[in-house]
């Protein structure tokens, strides 16, 4: 059977320069972000580069803070970089079932 898009698809969280700061602050995590955006979009970028030389697709997930800690409490979930994985793949999923 041949691989589906899907299955080469990894979902890539992305944080708008506005967005950052707030964001940064409400990481349970924070110690292992780099607190200057600028650090973290060359570190994100690293990271997308990576992907594509293995040949996978990326959907990069905008996460906004309002959106993100109301699903974060309506799961009673700190906010981590796992949790931040699993939000992006619930968005990607639910874009995907609506095209």
């Not at 906004?64 to 999923?93: H, K, M, Q, S």
């Amino acid at each position: 059977m041949k691989p589906t898009v899907e299955e080469y698809t990894v979902a890539m969280p992305w944080y708008e320069p506005e967005d950052f700061p707030r964001l940064w602050e409400l990481a349970h995590d924070r110690s292992e972000m780099p607190p200057c955006y600028e650090d973290w979009r060359r570190n994100a970028e690293v990271v997308m580069n990576a992907w594509l030389a293995r040949g996978r697709a990326l959907q990069i997930v905008t996460i906004r803070p309002g959106p993100f800690v109301a699903w974060l409490e309506a799961r009673r979930l700190p906010n981590t970089a796992e949790n931040r994985r699993r939000y992006v793949e619930d968005l990607a999923i639910r874009d995907h079932d609506a095209a």
